[in-house]
């Protein structure tokens, strides 16, 4: 009767402790989630600012029109970059604010 107990209690566990790891996992997977699709927008727009860069070079006809080409592409990246970079400061920002929010009760 004890070992039928034992079992039966450990199998209760076993199945209360696989529910909990299933709900603590999911926020990850939103939030990796999430992640890519961030990561995939901002590497769609890399993209595109440079085939819009190589279409220019394409149809250049003499030297200043692929220097104005430059010009162009320098400009559209370095606004992608400060646009990434004020994420980034935003993202770390928002990690700080949760890390001094007082936690829950659990």
């Known amino acids: 009767m004890k070992m039928v107990s034992i079992v039966i209690l450990s199998i209760g566990l076993a199945l209360s402790h696989a529910a909990f790891a299933a709900d603590a996992v999911k ?3 939103e939030s990796i989630a999430q992640s890519k699709a961030e ?8 993209i595109e ?4 860069f190589k ?10 029109d692929i220097g104005a080409c430059q010009q162009q592409k320098k400009k559209a990246l370095k606004a992608l970059r400060a646009k990434a970079k004020k994420a980034r400061v935003k993202q770390g920002d928002n990690r700080k604010k949760e890390e001094a929010a007082p ?4």
């Open 49 to 52: 600012a440079l085939n819009k």
């Open 27 to 29: 926020p990850e997977d």
């Open 55 to 64: 279409t220019c070079v394409s149809n250049a006809k003499v030297g200043p």
């Open 39 to 46: 990561i995939l927008k901002a590497v769609s727009t890399h």
């Open 103 to 106: 936690k829950k009760a659990e």
